[in-house]
């Protein structure tokens, strides 16, 4: 045994990864998260209405719960039952999805589709496949996993601004080389989407450069314009550059249920590599896939009546942001998103910053959203809304609102 003021002095321990350093220490939604929970200890006869994190409150649709059940009786059942599945996806969700990519006019193979369980995990996996010394690029504000998880990696990471001069949707910049770019449309935060030409755009950019574009497609289900692009690849060249990352979470109310899909083409090439073939020795290395259970529940989301139940939801949200954004108009706050996204992003009135508007919405009128400031610089002294709450709660939120803002 060594003696212990060795050890204390850290001569033997193994090296940490220090970039970890580099992170703030908490995840953004994690802070607010603890915020709000020691506000809540101290005021417990106050009723909170949490806006903040974009989670889903309307149950998993009817479609769903049937076939999750009806998997799970035959997991229970010797001739039905299984074990490991293919760690890419069941070929049944798979087919599903190209089904669903094809009435978008996106021809896609089976094994250029992966089923996962979330974009956020695929998000910060794929990045097993690059070299470290390569730069990212990504807009600001941006949903944080994106930088936190090149940090975490070592990566330089530079940022595009995003801001009211470009409706948050700023276009590739003419002096930056990058190699790993991330696009997110809708846009979380800001709500913002990108059109096809501004698209075609940062894909021409990606293919001039040999970049690669991780888009994450989180939102797409928001969309009610069908000129607007739901995927990457309804962009020319998009094939040769593009990774795109998508989730039911927010589609069909996932989040607690997890199941996600990554397409990654396999006309992606770089160094002579095929991403496509990389991504699948990753994945059959590291991953176990998606449970048989809750692959069938994803399956039934792509059904006639899966597809009908949850646009229902959907319209539910949709009207949510509608009445948030008119309380919002009411009181002259400059905010974008809402249209076709589930996130309205607003400017915080007396130029007030984006945590103390926070600490004052949650102290006045106990109403949580998130700082912009979280998702970057250019966030600052931006809030966002969400309108994944219950009908009720978002009617009484505005009223609150209403009440405190005139
Ligand atoms: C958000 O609030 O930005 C999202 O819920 C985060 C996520 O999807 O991981």
Redesign the pocket.
Known sequence: MLPVNIKKQGVLFMNINKNYQNVSESYL?STVAKKVNEFAAANPNKKIIRLG???VTLPLCKAVVDAIKSAADEMGIKETFRGYGPEQGYDFLKTKLQDYYKSHNIELDLDEIFISDGA?SDLGNILDLFDVNNTVLVPDPV?P?YVDTNVMAGRKVVYVNANADNDFLPLPPSDVKADIIYLCSPN??TGAVYNKEQLKAWVDYANVNHAVILFDS?YECFITDENLPRSIFEIEGAKTCAIEFCSL?KTAGFTGTRCGYTVVPKTLEFDGVKLNKMWLRRQTTKFNGVPYIIQRGAEAVFTPIGQKEIQENLSYYKENAKIISETLKKHNIWHIGGKHSPYIWLRCPNNMTSWEFFDYLLENVQIVG?PGSGFGNNGEGYFRL?SFGSRENTIEACERLDKFLG
């Open positions: 939604f994190i974009g989670d956020k949903y996993v979380n935060p989180a979470s998130t969400t």
